[in-house]
């Protein structure tokens, strides 16, 4: 590229040495070209290949950042000018051209062809493509992001025919259909035996086929439930195997569409073997042996309706690119194409095949008789056993075969270090950057990472047991004797745990661990009695640090409220509301205030926040080992401690007034931070001074990415596979003090405070037993609370209270306005059912006699109306109920208190009866990839794998919701002597003599 005169020296404009005039003229010289040359020039412009497609970067524009000069802003034109006579070349030349829009499909949006996923990843709404025979030029123009503000790319592909028009294996060599290992070692000719037997067994037996190119037979099995399998054998020595499995759908569900779906995964079979496949057949007894596919007409062809074909060219057994690009597309497997049912156990693959397999084993005369016929059948089939498999042949695909052992553990060490930099969740199409031995490690939002590295099958256990035993001596080989995680304590319980969830999940109880590079690498192999898997498996997990631990020891986060409200109380510290930047209650912008507490005694301080959507904070300070406040880098590795921790939470800890309850630091003068990103952390002027920081996530108590890195750097520090929890649970960081103090996973009650240990440990001496009673007392039970407490009042005694919708009604008889709201929200926020009418009032009905009312409990209202509470009452009490207009009608407030009240009513009303909008997902960014890089990284086949996960911008279809009851009928009986609400207030008889005359234009405009 040359740069344009007028960017000099810095230009934000580069573009190739070409008037763009004769872009046309450019490309017609280009496409003169041998397609086999590697990376050229022509007239002075550079010409890259990567994948068969040959690329010239035409122009790339940088806009200025901030408001455009006058000067800038014409430059901006002539890049624009520059691109839009490019275009208008090849459109005068060619004519215009096919537009294509990125297009994507399956399940996880993945591009259906190689353009569509250069266009998704530079982030272009579509490309112009100009059919030139054999070969297509495309042009792709476009800003990458918000026009004027992002850059603006123009590239020029020349691509062969096929794979402009084809999908994604388009570029793929012809060797990346190979499947060397898919028959488990076993040789055609003992495949040819086991389909004979089965085939004669269980249906017609072998039929020789009559019309096909070439002399061929055909095997069909099919059982009870419709898997079915049919194998063509020739006489040239290839093979063509068709499968069928009812529950697998490829496509749009239409007969149409399973048929398209059906010949697009034949696409590559040779021309010969797919004439066999609708070849007539004779059954050996001479009648007509009826084919086991369905069949349909595309156009004028038949095609077997089929959801899978694999081939055999003489040597190798192959998958067809059709069958390669649906299974890349939707991320499947061969098993989830059918092929486990209709292949793998009925032919018994890489297992011994003789007549004990098939013969009942019982002494009956039936089975006798049944054994000695499958015996004849055995003697008398004309194919030879075929040479058993040996070694990994024999497991097939049910094991990695990306490398050897220790290139899976390499791979491991390799995820171990890079996952303390990357996530999982940011990984590329096709980064393979969390994948082992070829297996795609699923994340679970950064705590854990699995995957299934190897199944078996039963016939095979022993070989396989002993390459899952050669993976356990190879890890511990290489990182030393595990250690060993169990799902329950010493008591029996069960720890509640990532880790342990996996485990359960897999049915293992315990399972074989190591450390490396301050993650835990567990291995659950082998079989168990209660497993969701299903079949034998090795399963890899690769864990954080503090995924393996449960700092609480089971206690609930809802429990330790309570808990640390009666510890405050009895240190001499109540705990405190405190405002923070958290999420909104459903439906409001209402955000409750958190709660804040702690202890300070003069070994250490531990401080408590917790927040109403079952969050919170712990802090803990070990004097002895806090740091020292004239040290340079002090604040920064105060700081360094709080990364990881989501900004809202940090916001009650950061440049916060402690009021006595820990120390702080601030940031020096003109420092600025080390932290890569922005945020929260960077930033704070201030941060607490601790030694250990963690924080729930609603589900789990985990520390701080700061602090597990601290522990990773000490416990590596000479040893790579050194205990990262040694020092996460040592004294330094106050974590088992903070749990002692805390009682977690024991009781709670008063006795806890006459072991006078405890007492030393967190108060400095004895408590006194009625001021203990008297602080356990002050804990409000549930109904209470939510009558005439707050919200944190609640929350403190939640998790042993009775259901949520008891308590909806005494909250909204809650005579604080912010309490009643906040505790009402969370109550429906948490499921509180509000169309259960409990009394002769509904929730509805409750609220509005509520004396503390007013126009901001529209709020609320309108929530409780939207959640189907009734807005009449369906019985009457002796001075109250009825329709809930009838009741604003009657309160002697002005109209415009009420305005907003009326409004929300309605509003709720139009939610239950109107679709509601579907709220767009935020995307992530895209990566900012150049577009050789983007082919490069994107088209290799061995990262293919990493293709289902695509697309984040395109938004999967709305499904409407169902209306549930028309909207309000202003004209149906609403008083107990049959009058409408439209009646009631037209004639305007009130207690009062306010005015309703805005209620009243209301209704009648929906009346009308």
Known sequence: MTSDPETEPEPDFEHADIDPVNIAGFAERLLERDWNEEEFELDGVQVQTSSGIWIVMLGAYVPPEGEATAQEQEEMSAALTWVEDARLSAQRTWGEPMAREPQVSGEDDAPEGVIDMILLALGLESAELWDRGARFVAMLTGWQGEPGVSQLVQAMLVLPREIAMGGLTATLPDDATEQELLMHGETLGELHRRAAILSTLFSDGEARLHGAPMLATRCSLQSRTGETTVWI???????????????????????????????????????????????????????????????????????????????????????????????????????????????????????????????PHGDSDEELAERARVERLFAACPYPPGPRPEGDRLLGYAIPHAGARGAIVDDIERVCEQWWTHSDDDAGWNDLMFNVGGRTLDGDGGRTLTTILAESEQWYLDEFAAWSDGLFAVMSERWGDPFHMRVRDRSGAVRRTPVTRVMRAAGFEDAPGWWVNGHAVMLLAGTASERSIGVPSVMLVIATADAVLDPMEGTTTWALRGRARVLGSLAGRENEPISWNGPVLAGSEIVPDATRGGVRTDFATWAWHFTHDGRGVLLSCTNEFAPDPAADDAYQRLADLFDGVPDDLLSLVLDRDPAGLYDVMRRQDGAESEMTEGGALAAAQSVPVVTGVYWSDGTDWRASDGLLRRARSIATDGDPNGNPLEWITSAQTGLRALTWVLCAGRGFDADVFTAEPYTDFVFGG?????????????????????????????????????????????????????????????????????????????????????????????????????????????????????????????????????????????????QRTEPEDETPSDSDESAEIGLLQTIDDTLPPEEFSRLRTQADDAAEASTPVENLEPPLDAHAPALRDGRSVLDYVSEGAFPHARSRSGLLSLLTELSS
């Open 233 to 359: 054998f020739t006489e040239d020595g290839r093979a063509l195997l068709l499968i069928r499995h009812p529950d697998v759908t490829l496509d749009d569900g239409t007969a149409e569409g399973e048929l398209a779906a059906s010949r697009r995964l034949l696409d590559g079979v040779p021309d010969d073997l797919l004439a066999c496949i609708a070849a007539a057949g004779e059954r050996p007894d001479g009648a007509v042996a009826q084919h086991a596919l369905e069949f349909g007409l595309l156009g004028d062809a038949p095609v077997p309706r089929i959801t899978g074909v694999f081939w055999f060219d003489g040597s190798t057994w192959r998958v067809t690119r059709g069958l390669l690009e649906i299974a890349v597309r939707d991320g499947l497997g061969m098993d989830d194409l059918g092929f486990r049912s209709t292949v793998r156990q009925p032919f018994r693959l890489g297992g011994t095949f003789d007549a004990g397999v098939l013969s």
């Open 766 to 910: 004895p408590v006194d037993p009625d001021a203990a009673q008297a602080a356990m007392d002050a804990l409000l039970p549930a109904l209470d609370a939510a009558h005439v407490g707050s919200l944190n009042d609640l929350l403190d005694i939640v998790s042993n209270g009775p259901g949520h919708r008891f308590l909806l009604d005494a909250a909204l008889s809650n005579s604080d306005p912010r309490s009643r709201r906040e505790i009402a929200l969370w109550l429906l926020e948490e499921g509180a059912d509000p169309s259960t009418q409990l009394s002769f009032l509904t929730p509805v009905n409750v609220l509005l006699e509520n004396r503390t009312l007013d126009a901001d409990d529209a709020v609320l209202l309108r929530r409780l109306v939207a959640s189907r509470a009734a807005v009449a009452s369906t019985t009457f009490g002796a001075t109250a109920g009825g329709h809930a207009l009838v009741q604003l009608c009657d309160l002697d407030v002005d109209e415009a208190v009420l305005e907003p009240l009326y409004a929300a009513i309605l509003d709720g009303l139009r």
